[in-house]
């Protein structure tokens, strides 16, 4: 690299000021050197960065991530806070990381920007390197990009990716979440990184208090060391990290068979930001095609199901707020259940036609003309059930319909009910009928 740009040299001229980018790279070091320890390799300035795994792992998972700060960048260029935004870069790429039960190992950033000013790039580059150290991560490398004529006067862009490592074996994914498993939440900082381009929006037609513009700006919170602490502490089975798409489309990413997340709200403490941005913001969710506002506290369940389709069909109201499975595969105690509602049936058109009033009671009593052993098989082949066992292991819905055994000796009376041999009833089943005010 020269050390001296030239006036006169055609890429001074096209706007591109490497004299600047040397004085950057100078201005960084301690804070980037400040950030390593015996497994980097070489330092900075080098092309590439060199990070020796050592042999700690077992069998080592390498997990890397990548993201940006998106229009927050916009934000805080406006309130004088670029300085806070490179924890927000560090933050959205390792807060992903150790969702995985990954410890963060290094991170390189990507600056891009119409007119590099190394002062203010310098104060970036320093927060990266400063939220690094706290997450015991290297700042092993970046690039800074000059583009004039590509990004607008005095704007800039911010990326980064990192890479972490886990133990195969302690690898969290939600595979190992089953029901009754307690769902748990950290408390965020504010926004994060997400978000802005709706919050800028607002920010625009209403000013916010000087208190709500402080958490706004305020740089998204470093999660990897409490929760990794935790995991050393907990059988933690699964963990989801909530940026866009905020609760409803990030949690589900880590439920597996079918799952649902119980989420209390009110256990809840809502900040006051967010309350500021729905009210000001007048935030609202389209539900079926229908605009509902939200305030503070509250959230749309919209029903679904989650079961074993090939065992239950399902059907959602049209407000998403009930869901009825039935179950379509058959079984002996379904089948028992259905002699029973067509005996009870029966029994109602037998009253009618026997022009009973509404007002008028009405018992049955049943008795077996040839006692089966309601321990048996409920069924001697595939296309006969006893009714006696069907009716004995349905006592609730004869209930309802006052129908009652009765030993056979004591029946008395007349048969009413003659027409119930068919395929489905043991005929051999006397029924008398009587009646009552």
Known sequence: MTSKTKPTDPYAKAGVNIEKGNELVDSIKASVNATHDRRVLGGIGGFAGLFQLGSKYKNPVLVGCTDGVGTKVTLSQAHNKIHLIGQDLVAMCINDMVTCGAEPLFFLDYFAASKLEPKSTAKIVKGIANACKKSNCALLGGETA??????????????????????????????????????????????????????????????????????LLKPTHLYPAPVLE?????????????????????????????????????????????????EKGKISVNVDGTPLQLVAGELVVRSTFAGDTGQYSAITSSDGGLTVAICTVQDDTLRMQAVVRDLCNRVNKLRKKAKLNITDAVDVFYADLKPVDLCQSPHQSSTFISTARALACNASLLEKANIVPMPLRKCHGQIIISDISSTLFRPLLMFIFTKHR
């Open 146 to 215: 000059e583009m004039p004529g590509h990004y607008a006067k005095n704007n800039f862009d911010l990326a980064g990716f990192s890479v972490g490592v886990v133990e195969k074996a302690n690898l969290i994914d939600g595979k190992k979440i089953k029901s009754g498993h307690i769902l748990l939440g950290i408390e965020s900082s504010g926004p994060h990184s997400n978000g802005y381009s709706l919050i800028r929006s607002i920010l625009n037609k209403h000013k916010a208090p000087n208190a709500i513009m402080q958490t």
């Open 230 to 278: 935790l995991i050393e502490k907990t059988n933690v089975k699964g963990m989801a990290h909530i940026t866009g798409g905020g609760l409803t489309e990030n949690i589900p990413r880590i439920l597996k068979n079918g799952l649902i997340a119980n989420v209390n709200l009110s256990t809840w403490k809502f900040p006051k930001a967010f309350q500021w941005l729905q």
